[in-house]
Each structure stands twice: as C-alpha cells, then as structure tokens.
C-alpha cells in the first residue's frame, strides 16, 4: 500500500477501517478481501505501535481464515507468523520493562522476534535485530553459549536471504566448528548450521562441496531422525535435484 511505503501509518489505518466496514457490509466477514483488509489493518496497528490491537485483530483472521481456507492454506499461515510476530513484540516490551534488554529472557524474546521478521520476509528487519542481539549475548553469555550461537546462526541465515552468501558462509564456517565442538556432530543445532552452510556452498556456486556436506547431513539425520522425518527427507530431496 502507498501509505505504508511512505510511513504514512495512521492515514493507512484510517482509509483500511473505512474500507473494512463496507466490504463487511457488501461482502461479509469472511470473504477473503475482507480477511486480506482486516490482515492489513493489523499491520497498520503495529506500524502504529497499537500491538494489542493488531494481536487482537490477527486472532480474528486467523480464525476466520482456518474456517475458510482451512488450516494449511499459505494465507493461514502468514497469519499465523503475524499473530507469532505481534505476541513476540508484546512479549519484549514487558521483558525489557521488567528485566532490563541485557537479561537472557529478553535476549532469546528479541532473537525469536528476529525469526518472525525473517519468516515474513523483513530480513532486513532481522539482521539487525540478530546483531543488536548477538552483540548483547557476546557480552552476557559469552561466544560459546548455545544461545549465542543459535544466534550467529540465524544471522547467518539473514546475509544468505540479503543474498550476503560470503558472509553468511564465513559466520557459518564459525557457528559449526563451535558447535561440533560444544555440542558434538549429531546435535539437531549442528546439523542445521550443516544444511545452512552447504547451502551457502550452493549459493556461491562450490556445487561439490555443498553436494559432500548434504550427504553428510543425510546420513545423520537418518541416524538421529530416522529416514521419514521431514528434515530426513527434505535434505535428501535436494541431493536428488542436484
């Protein structure tokens, strides 16, 4: 929308609450148009600061949608990560009133804010959040903490999106030696910065070494997972595609 793109919240607001009420009126409450304004109008509340009333107002789409569209529909589950993402938000406002934002609490709210942004694909929003975060973490719990490097990880994955593939593959490289280290090689956190970094690999174009890492991260996560969990097999259909 043209008022969002300007920052122009508030006349967004207004012009969607206007819009809303005559297509509950012509079209009914659960018409996807109607959804798609009242998923907007959420929006515009949190542009506004106003996050209880957008949490309130994506708990009615998510509803109204699941009855619609039905549970797995792709607008359900925007839907989903919003309400996620406004919980979150809510969440780190009380936390860093209550503990302060160097609290561990309110670090891991803020990284778990930094993977909403990511989810609905502000990724600029999330690299910036995982670095606030990141820097935090270095100096409360220290480089090596788990926390830390989930973090790093999740950093990571904000570079790839940003299509920063050398930076994402370096901070990667960095993430998984510690983690081996810290965790061991089968740990579900060790074999995902596995899979993020093969597809780094992939991403600039070093094809064998990200095809030798994802046959890597099959073979263990058939070890740990069994060969039916999702994360089994969806590694195993990108080793098929390449």
Not at 59 to 74: A, C, F, S, T, Y
Not at 155 to 172: C, D, H, I, P, R
Request: proline share 2%; aromatic share 4%; net charge negative.
């Amino acid at each position: 929308m043209i008022f969002w793109e300007g920052g122009r919240y508030k006349e967004a607001e207004k012009l969607q609450e206007e819009v809303l009420e005559e297509q509950k009126q012509v079209l009914g409450d659960h018409h996807p148009d109607t959804l798609l304004t009242m998923g907007n109008l959420a929006v515009s509340y949190s542009n506004l600061g106003e996050h209880q009333k957008a949490n309130e107002l994506n708990v009615i789409v998510l509803e109204k949608r699941k009855q619609v569209l039905g549970e797995n529909h792709p607008d359900t589950l925007l839907t989903m990560h919003q309400k996620a993402q406004e919980l979150n938000v809510m969440v780190l406002e009380k936390r860093t009133q209550m503990l302060g934002d160097r609290h561990p609490d309110t670090l891991c709210t803020m990284g778990d804010l930094a993977s909403s942004y990511s989810t609905l694909g502000e990724y600029q929003k999330a690299k910036e959040l995982s670095l606030f975060v990141l820097e935090k973490q270095k100096q409360v719990l220290g480089e090596n903490h788990p926390h830390t490097l989930l973090t790093m990880g999740n950093l990571a994955v904000s570079y790839s999106n940003l299509g920063e593939y050398q930076k994402a593959k370096e901070l990667q490289g960095i993430v998984l030696e510690k983690q081996t280290q810290l965790l061991g090689e089968n740990h579900l956190d060790t074999l995902r910065t596995m899979g993020n970094l093969a597809s780094s690999y992939s991403d600039l174009g070093e094809h064998q070494k990200a095809k030798k890492l994802r046959v890597l991260v099959l073979e263990k996560r058939k070890q740990v997972l069994g060969d039916n969990h999702p994360d089994t097999l969806k590694i195993k259909k990108l080793l098929d595609s390449m």
